[in-house]
């Protein structure tokens, strides 16, 4: 099931603490371009379907990752692309876009999006794997 973007947003919004949508729109296109570039095949379009269709189209359509980032690497690159971040607050910013994401997707989809990533984004998804 699709989420609409104004509850996606709101999840986001409230998990990041942000003061308008605005914010939470914007951390959320900075994170999803960055992990659309993490994700490939059908795990990337499994997930897109569970999205608003805009924020679908940026994960679709990524920012270029030559390497897969490991996950402190990956709030770095938040940072850097998120205006005014600093490596504290990019990793909320990450945190709360990737927890609502993980809430859109079931456990069998996000079990798969963790297996294309490197270890740490677990804890980035707020669903921490037993070792």
Not at 45 to 70: D, F, K, T, V
Request: proline share 6%; charged share 20%.
């Amino acid at each position: 099931m699709t989420l609409r973007r104004e509850v996606f947003l709101e999840h986001v919004k409230e998990r990041g603490e942000y003061g308008t949508t605005e914010e939470a729109d914007r951390a959320a296109r900075v994170v999803l371009a960055l992990l659309g570039a993490h994700l490939v095949g059908d795990v990337r379009a499994h997930l897109a379907a569970r999205l608003p269709e805009g924020y679908a189209l940026i994960l679709l359509n990524p920012l270029q990752s030559a390497e897969p980032l490991p996950p402190e690497r990956f709030v770095r690159a938040a940072a850097a692309w998120i205006e005014g971040a600093t490596g504290q607050t990019a990793a909320w910013d990450v945190s709360a876009v990737l927890s609502t994401v993980a809430d859109a997707a079931d456990v069998d989809l996000l079990g798969q999006i963790l297996l294309q990533l490197p270890a740490g984004y677990d804890l980035l998804f707020g669903r921490p794997q037993p070792i």
